[in-house]
């Protein structure tokens, strides 16, 4: 079956950074989509990162832009997303996300990995 496992998070303090890792498995990872979401408190869920199946074009949320790196390794079936200079704004739940197949119509996520930026 189908399964995004993430790792990586936990307590960082502002102006660190961390490195979250997204194993995926059950699918041809090498042509979907993968991306990172988050969800703070009290927030919607917003994308961070995302690029493409063989990395060739990524994208960034303002807020994460010159910050944050997205990055994939077809070989491993992952995906990472570096974060430096972290902000206790960038405290949320992070998402690893999958889109591909027919039409972009499969659509998975993990279950999650929580980062939290605070002295």
């Known amino acids: 079956q189908v399964q995004l496992v993430e790792s990586g998070g936990g307590l960082a303090q502002p102006g660190g950074s961390l490195r979250l890792s997204c194993a995926a498995s059950?699918?041809?990872?090498?042509?979907?989509?993968m991306s990172w979401y988050r969800q703070g408190p009290g927030k919607e869920r917003e994308l961070v990162a995302g690029?493409?199946?063989?990395?060739?074009?990524?994208r960034y949320a303002d807020s994460v832009k010159g910050r944050f790196t997205i990055s994939r390794d077809n070989a491993k079936n992952t995906v990472y997303l570096q974060m430096n200079s972290l902000k206790p704004d960038d405290t949320a739940v992070y998402y690893c996300?999958?889109?591909?197949?027919?039409?972009?119509?499969?659509?998975?996520w993990g279950q999650g990995t929580q980062v939290t930026v605070s002295s």
């Open positions: 690029i493409t199946q063989v990395g060739g074009s990524t």
């Open positions: 059950g699918f041809t990872f090498r042509s979907y989509v």
């Open positions: 996300n999958a889109k591909g197949g027919y039409l972009l119509r499969n659509n998975y």
